[in-house]
């Protein structure tokens, strides 16, 4: 499988034992341990030690791991790195981020600590939230400011309230935010991760948001609640019809490449590189795998 | 000398005499079809008409009975966490200085820790139940009991019933309703629990029968679960018991995440494996990720328009709820799990009253288990051989239940076992287990949060879920990782003496219990 | 590390601890108090992991009052890492 599908990232209180050591067991594509918002001021230094510890003990299989440090802008920030850093999570999700500025700062400090512990310089990787209305402007400047940033994830709660304005069902008011964002990220080559749907009791409101979201380039969408899990997957998943098509693509593919040749046919009609890209993806994201590829 | 799963069971065990070993799980069963041995007797009693059978109370009708020291008393559990006739009535006759009662209940439950006082003043002296929880299971782990306990499964009792080895002397049956002539039922009245299957076969066995009952209600009573030809008196109490303990939390449909995630993984598992199709019969147990397991194949079902023939077991309302949508053209129902699923039973004739016998009972001319496509079931502990034990805990207390457990595993087609693999800090999944209530041969695939674990016997259905996208994990590697994480446990220290037998539902001895060490 | 104020961290929550530093006098000792819902299991253990713990932020007198709810090895050491730096910040 080519690049790690993150359909779905589940937000886990970084101070809870259980839900952290459980953490790969809920069928999400990634997780985010969270050290910021889900931990109380007071309890920020346990929640550190807690997530470092956990990080290096337990096995979270292939679900891909990630943590969101406390802001640049509180004391929490560089200790939250110091410790986190050295357990080689998949990215660090960095909170309001404004600028490229704010990304350099974060890097420099990163390579330090990857140099100390003898980790390939480069390799940690961030996830930058945009949260505010300075960040949003700035997406696209943010997105190409470090070989680090691997995707570009919106924080709705807080970009509304630096907007002043109120969060709708609807979400007209970070219309714009969404699709600024995902552009940057599909101009640098990111990822892209939509914000968390509050109401964990509205199937059907999570699965329209999602459907939007997935309609305008988001490869997934963060989740508070395991329960909403399988509803984004199953948006998220191709049509029967899409996988037969693609399942056909692919296998002449691996055909082609055994035979050598570098170019080929489909019922006539030429088969070329983006194409069996996308094929390659809806067989990901149906969970199907072609050996050969 | 071992036996098929490699427990060393001796051949005479003291206080029980000689046993036979477990050989495997239809070893005994294929032997037996071909004796013409006879089932144990009836007793015939001759009431004239007109006959009172009406006692003033326990202590009325205990001077009734034929009451001595030795003899074999038997009960139901379908009232379970909520049951106030056993305790009652094993008082009264302690009262009388009765000794050395064999207490034959289908199974005993934490309203039972009473007994406990019973148990060490030798009242009681021999125990066959299905299960043992709280303090009456640690009582039977110290020793306190003078003979070792049998633990049966639900089938195995109706065969230890019907040929003898379970001689019931005086049968109690508790009714929600009954009337003068001792015709009874469970699915109707203040104390209703449903189905009354477990005590269909001591109605017919016992050398006498009684039956207790809250609410007299005008003749004839109906439906007539237990019939009036084999009652000999009928009791009327206060009350039987609280009908609202007989469930506690376990029909509702979990909303633990780990649970719901592991059901999932199951359900898909056996949709997937294609067992899942029109006129299919469906089993699973009453909480936790197994009832949840029901869910995901409801919805699959409604999807896909399928129809399957019938539920068996230990009935919840989201099973009969399913028969009410007409997803499965029937429900059999040994045991209710809340006294909601009692209407049911008086109201819906899809929804149909069976007996433990005709559940369960391997030494019959076949069972309804035996007809079961798929069973869900859970589990305390795994070992990587998929022995299960549901009986006795990490600290080697007896806590647990036989149940129906090795019953549906043997006779259902395919048999998941859904559990975490670990439990807060105890591995669920281990190399070795304490005790071994249901071999592996009858489990077909684990279901953990880290995958699905195929049992190597069945290589269709390695096939049938390679390409399947779902995980499939190597039950080794589970156990290694889990042992891991928890770290290596104090295995509970056990002494040489045999507290207790498990008995598999053909007779033979599957796993003994020992003496856990103070 | 010297430990200057009584902290606490964790919970009673499942796969949880909750544990108590108290400071004590130098040459006290440590005295650990110790209550686990899988005290038969995993009592010497988790006594291991807490005397490990110790050592490696060498305190050698301190109080301890530890109520475990099933809590891992990594969760054990993180709580009292947590308790030890809390008491040694002087901050609650």
């Not at chain 1, 949260?131 to 919106?154: D, M, P, Q, Y």
């Not at chain 2, 207390?397 to 105890?426: F, K, M, Q, Y």
């Not at chain 2, 295995?491 to 060490?517: L, Q, T």
Request: proline share 3%.
């Amino acid at each position: 499988m080519s690049a790690k599908l993150t359909r779905t990232m589940l937000y886990i209180p970084g101070n809870n034992p259980a839900m952290v050591q459980n953490g790969g067991a809920y069928g999400a594509d990634a997780i985010l341990l969270d050290l910021e918002d889900a931990v109380a001021v007071n309890r920020k230094i346990d929640a550190r030690v807690l997530v470092r510890n956990i990080m290096n003990f337990v096995n979270f299989g292939d679900v891909e791991v990630t943590v969101r440090i406390n802001g640049l802008d509180t004391e929490f920030a560089i200790d939250d790195l110091k410790e986190i850093v050295p357990q080689k999570p998949d990215a660090i999700r960095i909170p309001k981020i404004n600028s490229a500025d704010d990304v350099k700062k974060i890097d420099q400090i990163i390579t330090e600590i990857e140099k100390e512990h003898g980790i390939k310089v480069g390799s940690t990787k961030i996830h930058a939230m945009i949260e505010t209305a300075i960040g949003v402007e700035n997406a696209f400047e943010i997105a190409t400011s470090s070989k680090r940033i691997s995707a570009l994830t919106i924080g709705g709660q807080d970009l509304t309230a630096d907007m002043k304005v109120v969060k709708t069902e609807a979400g007209e008011e970070i219309s714009y935010a969404r699709r600024r964002i995902v552009m940057a990220a599909k101009a640098a080559g990111l990822a892209a991760i939509d914000t968390v749907y509050a109401d964990v009791d509205n199937e059907a409101g999570l699965i329209r948001e999602t459907e939007m979201i997935k309609g305008l380039g988001y490869d997934g969408k963060a989740v508070i609640n395991p329960r909403q899990i399988k509803p984004i997957h199953n948006v998220y998943m191709p049509t029967d019809d899409a996988i037969e098509k693609a399942r056909v693509i692919i296998e002449a593919f691996v055909k082609a490449k055994k035979e050598g040749v570098g170019v080929f046919a489909i019922n006539g009609k030429m088969v070329d590189a983006p194409v069996v890209a996308r094929a390659q993806r809806v067989l990901e994201l149906a969970g199907i795998e072609i050996g050969g590829q | 000398m071992k036996n098929a799963i490699g427990v060393d069971i001796p051949k005479k065990i003291d206080g029980l005499g000689e046993v036979v070993s477990f050989k495997g799980e239809w070893a005994l069963v294929d032997k037996a079809k071909t004796s013409n041995v006879q089932k144990e007797p009836q007793s015939l009693r001759v009431k004239p008409k007109g006959f009172k059978k009406m006692c003033k109370d326990i202590k009325d009708c205990l001077d009734k009975l034929e009451i001595k020291d030795g003899m074999t008393i038997s009960f139901h559990h379908h009232m379970r966490g909520g049951d106030g006739t056993i305790v009652p009535i094993i008082e009264a006759l302690a009262n009388r200085g009765i000794k050395n009662l064999t207490l034959a209940s289908s199974s005993l439950t934490g309203a039972h820790e009473p007994l406990v006082s019973y148990v060490e003043d030798g009242t009681i002296t021999r125990i066959f139940t299905s299960g043992c929880r709280g303090k009456l299971g640690q009582a039977v782990s110290a020793g306190k009991l003078k003979y070792p306990a049998v633990f049966h499964s639900h089938g195995g009792r109706a065969r230890a019933i019907q040929e003898g080895r379970i001689k019931v002397d005086v049968s109690f049956i508790s009714a929600s309703a009954a009337d003068d002539a001792g015709n009874a039922t469970g699915s109707h009245g203040k104390s209703a629990c449903g189905s009354l299957g477990y005590a269909m076969i001591d109605a017919e066995y016992a050398k006498q029968v009684v039956v207790i009952t809250d609410n007299v209600v005008e003749y004839p009573c109906q439906p007539a679960s237990i019939q009036q030809c084999n009652v000999d008196y009928v009791v009327p109490i206060d009350s039987i018991g609280d009908p609202k303990k007989i469930a506690g939390d376990s029909t509702r449909i979990t909303k633990n995440p780990m649970d719901l995630r592991i059901a999932e993984l199951a359900a898909e598992a056996i949709i997937k494996a294609n067992y899942i199709k029109e006129g299919y019969s469906f089993q699973c147990g009453a909480g936790g990720a197994s009832l949840a397991v029901a869910r995901f194949i409801r919805e699959y079902m409604e999807q896909k328009e399928i129809r399957g023939s019938f539920l068996l077991g230990g009935i919840t309302s989201v099973m009969t709820d399913m028969l009410e949508s007409d997803l499965f053209k029937y429900a059999f129902d040994v045991q209710s799990f809340d006294s909601a699923v009692s209407q049911s039973i008086c109201n819906n004739p899809k929804h149909v009253e069976i007996s433990a016998n005709q559940y369960a009972n391997p030494m019959n001319c076949d069972c309804m288990t035996h007809k079961l496509d798929v069973v869900v079931l859970a589990a305390l502990e795994v070992d990587i051989n998929f022995n299960v034990n549901v009986l006795v805990g990490a600290d080697g207390n007896i806590r647990g239940a036989s149940g129906g457990h090795c019953d549906t595993a043997a006779g259902a087609n395919l048999t998941v076992i859904v559990a975490p693999s670990i439990r807060g800090r105890l591995p669920i999944i281990k190399k070795q287990i304490t005790t071994v209530v249901t071999p592996g041969s009858s489990v077909d695939l684990l279901v953990t949060e880290r995958g699905i674990c195929i049992n190597p016997a069945r290589k269709d259905l390695k096939k049938a879920l390679k390409d399947s996208g779902l995980p499939i994990v190597d039950i080794k590697d589970v156990a290694t990782e889990v042992e891991r994480l928890c770290g290596k446990q104090n295995e509970p220290e056990f002494e040489d003496d045999i507290v207790a037998v498990v008995e598999y539902r053909d007779g033979s001895i599957i796993d003994v219990i020992r003496k856990v060490k103070s | 590390m010297k430990l200057k104020i009584t902290a606490q961290a964790g919970s009673l929550e499942s796969c949880d601890l909750l544990v108590i530093v108290n400071p004590v006098e130098e040459g006290a000792g440590r005295n650990v108090e110790m209550e686990s819902m899988v005290i038969s299991e995993y009592g010497d253990s988790i006594l291991k992991d807490i005397n490990g713990i110790l050592d490696q932020f060498d305190v050698k007198d301190v109080e301890l009052v530890v109520n475990d709810r099933g809590a891992l090895t990594p969760t054990i050491k993180a709580r009292i890492e947590a308790a030890l730096l809390r008491s040694s910040k002087g901050k609650g």
